[in-house]
């Protein structure tokens, strides 16, 4: 066999084993220690992030989702590589809502005072790329490849805490789910947190009472939302996707204090079904300065209005 046409060729080594390999070109002896990852045994982690809870930031503002701002992410296998630097290579985190992704979750990047920047789908170091990442659908994938510079630690673990969460027609409280996966094999590292929200957007005409955020939330769909939040006072707000619309309603009970805002609505109709107010709770209507909210349901029980 010529060696001289040998272009290349893989060794999977163990954990501190170290060849010496010809090589074809030079003849010389070259030493080699490589690191399989299907070696790897320790899982990642990600510290200082599950259960933390931040405030929903409002329309078109977007909130942090780190809230101490010292989230990290480890793992001792990958921290190990580059002389001790890290290198995250095939490494992946993945951060969406819990359970249905919905595109109404936005996700972005802070790099003010990063030791990143942003350059179309990659994130890069010194104008070098040491991660890409797909942003569509309310799922953010971000990829450590290495492929321009290091995917170092210190990289790595300077991205998470600027992740930046909007959502201009929140659904109440939204759980956001962030995976780890080292790429190795080894289980993945998850953490939940809560972006909290005490509004909640009328986002689908077709009223049902059945909870289900991925194709909208119609009006009994809100109020079920809103009697499971036992924190404070519930605003549902009608979007801006129904003006003009006429919603026929099913009927629903209100078991707590509730504001029905239709200010980004020129005129909107809620028609049909019985409104049942508990002992005790108000139902107060708001609307901006020449809009205009038509009632015409029946409104039964002890509970109070206002306007």
Same mark, same amino acid.
């Given at each position: 066999?010529?060696?001289?046409?040998?272009?290349?060729?893989?060794? @999977?080594?163990?954990?501190?084993?170290? $060849?010496?390999?010809?090589?074809?070109?030079?003849?010389?002896?070259?030493?080699?220690?490589?690191?399989?990852?299907?070696?790897?045994? +320790?899982?990642? +982690?990600?510290?200082?992030? *599950?259960?933390? #809870?931040?405030?929903?930031?409002?329309?078109?503002?977007?909130?942090?989702?780190?809230? %101490? =701002?010292?989230?990290?992410?480890?793992?001792?296998? /990958?921290?190990?590589? *580059?002389?001790?630097?890290?290198?995250?290579? =095939?490494?992946?985190?993945?951060? #969406?809502?819990?359970?249905?992704?919905?595109? &109404?979750?936005?996700?972005?990047?802070?790099?003010?005072?990063? !030791?990143?920047?942003?350059?179309?789908?990659? $994130? #890069?170091?010194?104008? !070098?790329?040491?991660?890409?990442?797909?942003?569509? *659908? %309310?799922?953010? +994938?971000?990829?450590?490849?290495?492929? =321009?510079?290091?995917?170092?630690?210190?990289?790595?673990?300077?991205?998470?805490?600027?992740?930046?969460?909007?959502?201009?027609?929140?659904? %109440?409280? &939204?759980? /956001?789910?962030?995976?780890?996966?080292?790429?190795?094999?080894?289980?993945?590292?998850?953490?939940?947190? #809560?972006?909290?929200?005490? +509004?909640?957007?009328?986002?689908?005409?077709?009223?049902?009472?059945?909870?289900?955020?991925?194709?909208? @939330?119609?009006?009994?769909?809100?109020? &079920?939302?809103? &009697?499971?939040?036992?924190?404070?006072?519930?605003?549902?707000?009608?979007?801006?996707?129904?003006? %003009? !619309?006429?919603?026929?309603?099913?009927?629903?009970?209100?078991?707590?204090? /509730?504001?029905?805002?239709?200010? $980004?609505?020129?005129?909107?109709?809620?028609?049909?079904?019985?409104?049942? =107010?508990?002992?005790?709770?108000? !139902?107060?209507?708001?609307?901006?300065?020449?809009? @205009?909210?038509?009632? *015409?349901?029946?409104?039964?029980?002890?509970?109070?209005?206002?306007?």
């Amino acid at each position: 066999m010529n060696l001289s046409m040998i272009k290349k060729f893989s060794l @999977v080594l163990s954990f501190g084993l170290t $060849l010496n390999v010809l090589n074809a070109f030079s003849g010389e002896l070259a030493s080699v220690s490589p690191t399989s990852r299907t070696l790897f045994t +320790t899982s990642p +982690t990600i510290s200082n992030l *599950n259960g933390d #809870q931040v405030a929903w930031g409002g329309l078109s503002t977007p909130v942090l989702i780190d809230a %101490g =701002g010292n989230a990290t992410i480890s793992d001792p296998e /990958l921290q190990s590589l *580059n002389s001790g630097n890290g290198n995250w290579a =095939g490494a992946t985190l993945t951060i #969406q809502r819990a359970g249905t992704a919905l595109s &109404a979750d936005q996700f972005s990047f802070g790099t003010t005072g990063a !030791l990143f920047s942003v350059n179309g789908s990659s $994130l #890069q170091s010194g104008g !070098l790329t040491f991660a890409t990442f797909t942003n569509a *659908n %309310g799922v953010l +994938t971000i990829s450590f490849t290495s492929s =321009g510079t290091m995917a170092t630690t210190a990289l790595v673990n300077d991205i998470l805490p600027r992740i930046f969460y909007t959502n201009n027609t929140p659904s %109440g409280d &939204a759980t /956001l789910r962030i995976v780890l996966n080292d790429g190795s094999g080894t289980p993945n590292a998850t953490a939940e947190l #809560q972006v909290t929200s005490d +509004t909640i957007y009328i986002t689908n005409s077709t009223d049902t009472g059945t909870i289900d955020r991925s194709n909208g @939330v119609s009006f009994s769909e809100a109020v &079920a939302i809103a &009697a499971l939040d036992t924190t404070g006072s519930q605003i549902i707000a009608f979007s801006s996707t129904l003006s %003009g !619309l006429t919603l026929t309603l099913n009927s629903v009970s209100i078991s707590e204090n /509730l504001t029905l805002d239709s200010d $980004l609505n020129s005129t909107i109709t809620l028609s049909g079904g019985t409104i049942t =107010g508990a002992t005790g709770t108000v !139902l107060e209507f708001s609307n901006g300065t020449g809009d @205009v909210l038509t009632l *015409n349901a029946i409104l039964a029980g002890d509970g109070s209005l206002k306007k």
